[in-house]
């Protein structure tokens, strides 16, 4: 069965049906097909199209069919162009006749922007809840190591001691971002948008905010042309699936460093590592490997949607039904990414004393030094100078900070006093950092507390 045909003399060739059909991917669409399309049916109720017993009568066989599709072998063996003439094709087997009203005054161009809208806003639902859960396995993972200090990096070089936790709030922040991307993913796809018909506007009078209603829209399209010719909201969507999974690239490959043996701080689980079929020896960290490489995936399907929209000319062009494929795969990809780097986090242990040592070993205190000069009145740009060569000085002489004590350092720069020796120690030197923001230990012990708190509101 087609939605078309009239003005063809021939049918379409196999090639070009086969070459065309998006049943196999749009057939997820098919649930919110259904609740659409029933809701069509009480706008074509209530523009008098369809009696209230042949809307009734539509309305029973979509939730018949609805249900039948739950089962496992209803897409088998069916040919159908697209999932909407599917949807209609099981309509007419159902309610006979009465079925051929259903597209009065409606295109599939609209219908399949509805039907996006819809999947659309339970998916950024579905991904804000696995967002959530993710952001409370690294705050647990915070708290489970408090107090570890490890060296926080710039350039892959030791650059300044933090406290594990602020190193967790990063990431965690970089979700709560992505909690709201998917929010305001939600708001744009939020718009009802049938009553545009194919491009012009429809040509019967529905009330569109009844429509909208109906299906819980808070807000109408404004011009129907827009409707048919936009994929803004799931360019919308794959942006901040694109963001998110960088931001768990960003967290695997920090782990896949720790946990390697070169720095040996974590280990992660039995559970979430792989060996190797050669190598006795190896465990290899292939959960955090393909969320890294799914990220790559995921911006693909970002650009080759960009690509795709980029200079179609007003309104719909086929060309927009290649936005499914990426969007179902970025999405897929995502939530599974989510979900893997939450059971990983779950699952890492941190050998505290290791981070611990590196960040003593090297001159992370440099930096508490040089404003602590500064402080007690030498100008920075000197304080600096006088640090750096401290550092030389230690280099040339195989000494770590621990090993100077008061003595020797005011010998090397009276600046010093014999007071700051206690700063060669990098926990002394967060203390300073009590700024909002900082890595000061009641700055984080704060912060810890409000990102508790902030976890529920990320899902509303
Ligand atoms: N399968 C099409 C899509 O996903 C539905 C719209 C078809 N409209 C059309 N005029 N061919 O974009």
Not at 120 to 140: P, Q, T, Y
Request: aromatic share 8%.
């Amino acid at each position: 069965m087609k939605l078309w045909g009239g003005r063809f003399e021939t049918g379409p060739s196999e090639v070009f049906e086969r070459f065309s059909g998006s049943l196999h991917f749009d057939k997820r669409l098919i649930e919110v097909d259904i609740r659409g399309s029933e809701a069509f049916a009480r706008a074509l109720e209530r523009v008098g199209i369809l009696t209230p017993g042949e809307r009734s009568l539509i309305i029973e066989a979509f939730e018949q069919i609805l249900a039948e599709s739950r089962g496992a072998t209803f897409f088998d063996g069916a040919s159908d162009e697209d999932v909407h003439t599917l949807v209609i094709r099981k309509l007419k087997e159902r309610a006979g006749p009465v079925a051929d009203k259903i597209h009065t005054g409606r295109s599939r161009n609209e219908q399949v922007s509805l039907d996006m809208r819809l999947w659309l806003r339970e998916e950024c639902d579905r991904v804000r809840v696995l967002i959530g859960e993710l952001a409370e396995s690294l705050l647990n993972l915070a708290e489970r190591y408090r107090d570890a200090v490890i060296p926080g990096y710039t350039h892959l070089r030791r650059a300044q001691a933090v406290l594990w936790p602020h190193y967790l709030l990063a990431y965690f922040e970089m979700l709560a971002r992505d909690s709201e991307r998917f929010a305001e993913a939600r708001k744009r796809a939020n718009v009802m948008p049938l009553g545009s018909g194919a491009l012009a506007g429809s040509g019967f009078p529905f009330d569109r905010e009844a429509i909208a209603r109906d299906l819980g829209f808070v807000a109408v399209s404004r011009n129907s042309m827009d409707v048919s010719a936009d994929r803004d909201f799931v360019l919308d969507f794959l942006y901040a699936a694109a963001a998110a999974m960088l931001h768990l690239s960003r967290l695997a490959e920090d782990w896949i460093l720790y946990s390697s043996e070169e720095f040996g701080w974590m280990e992660l689980g039995d559970a979430v590592t792989s060996g190797s079929s050669l190598m006795p020896q190896k465990k290899n960290p292939d959960s955090l490997e393909l969320i890294r490489g799914k990220c790559g995936r995921v911006v693909g399907c970002l650009n080759a949607l960009l690509v795709t929209m980029k200079g179609l000319p007003l309104t719909y062009n086929r060309d927009m039904q290649e936005d499914k494929e990426p969007l179902f795969d970025a999405a897929d990809q995502l939530s599974a990414s989510l979900e893997m780097a939450r059971v990983v986090a779950d699952s890492v242990k941190l050998n505290a004393a290791l981070p611990k040592q590196a960040a003593a070993e090297s001159w992370v205190v440099a930096t508490d030094l040089a404003e602590a000069l500064s402080r007690s009145g030498v100008p920075f740009h000197q304080a600096h100078q006088i640090v750096g060569r401290l550092v030389l000085e230690s280099l040339k002489r195989g000494k770590k900070p621990a090993e100077w004590t008061a003595e020797e350092l005011a010998e090397f720069a009276p600046e010093f006093g014999t007071t700051m020796v206690r700063l060669l120690d990098p926990v002394e030197g967060m203390k300073s950092r009590e700024i909002p923001g900082g890595t000061g230990p009641a700055a984080v012990a704060k912060a810890l507390v409000e990102a508790r708190a902030r976890l529920v509101q990320m899902r509303v």
